[in-house]
C-alpha cells in the first residue's frame, strides 16, 4: 500500500529490532502502551497475530516508510480489539514525524483500505490526554461514542460505520459551486 508520502509494508518477525526501537521510545510508549516497555517476546507476539490476521482476514500491521524507501516513520494497521470481532485502527509515529501529518494520512490510508475489504465498522480507542490523535481520529470523520477508565485515565471511544466513510468520501469528491 501506499500514499503520496509513504510506503506501507506488512510487519515481519524479520523487524523485530526496528519495531522494538520505535515502541521503547518513551514518547512513543506514553499512549499507546500506557507507558509500558514491551519485552522482545510481546512484540513479536504482536507481529505473529498481525502475520497471522493478514493471512486470515487480509489487514494487520504495517511499518511506515517515506516514499523514498527511508526511515521507519512509525505503524498503521488494522487489529482485532481486546481478540474479539470488533475491529480497530491502531497507529504510532517516531516523534521526529509529530505534527507533520503523517498520522492522519496513515489512518485515512488504514480506514479506506479496511472498509474496501467489506469491514462494516471502524473503531478507535484514544487515551483523552493524547490531543494529537483526538484529532486525527475526528478529523477523520469518527464519532464520539462512549468514554471509559484506562490505565492512564479517560479513554475515548470512536466509531465509523462504512456507509459514514462512503457519503464522507463522496461528499468530499463534490466539486464546490458558488452561490450567486
Known sequence: MRTERMTFTPVHGSELRELCELWRKPLVRQFLFDGQILTDEEVAEVISSSEKDFATAGFGIWLLRSAESGPLIGTAGLRRLDGGPEIEVVYSLDPAYWGQGFAGEAAFAVLEYGFGLGLPQVLAEVDEGNSGSVAVVERLGMRRIGTAQGVLGPMRHYAIERA????????????????K
Not at 459514514?164 to 452561490?179: G, H, I, L, N, Y
Open 164 to 179: 459514514e466513510w462512503q457519503a464522507r468520501q463522496v461528499k468530499a469528491a463534490m466539486p464546490r459551486t458558488r452561490s
